[in-house]
């Protein structure tokens, strides 16, 4: 759906860190989605690596209350890579091993181009080398 946006791990992770110079952006492009009916769709691999990264960084506790987050908010969307997209993602690593994109990476463009998905809430540049909006890149 046009309105949903892809929720990339450094975007999850700037909604749920107050500290993170991205916050104020993120929290600008999820109300506008959003209230126009849209909802964040992340992947399960997307979840882990936003829970461990909280966890790094700001401890055990940060890490539940985003996995608390996302589980409570009706505007996420949670999609399992499952067999399938892992396969798809698999041969996307390999066609694009010349690129820098890690295996999460691929899951999430498999995922978004399965659901028609072309922004997302991320800082990471491998988004756009994919063809995606990446909409918390510097302008």
Do not use: N
């Amino acid at each position: 759906m046009a309105r949903d946006l892809f929720t990339d791990t450094s975007g999850l992770y700037a909604l749920a860190d107050r500290r993170d110079p991205l916050q104020a952006r993120a929290q600008q492009w999820v109300l506008s989605r959003v209230s126009a009916g849209g909802r964040l769709v992340l992947t399960d691999y997307i979840l882990d690596e936003a829970c461990t990264l909280a966890k790094a960084r700001a401890g055990a506790a940060a890490a539940l209350r985003l996995l608390a987050l996302v589980e409570a908010s009706a505007g996420f969307r949670l999609e399992w890579v499952g067999p399938d997209r892992f396969e798809a993602a698999k041969a996307w690593f390999r066609k694009h091993s010349d690129h820098g994109y890690s295996f999460t990476d691929c899951t999430s463009f498999v995922v978004m181009r399965e659901l028609k998905i072309r922004d997302a809430l991320t800082s990471d540049r491998h988004f756009v080398e994919a063809g995606f909006h990446g909409l918390l890149l510097p302008e």
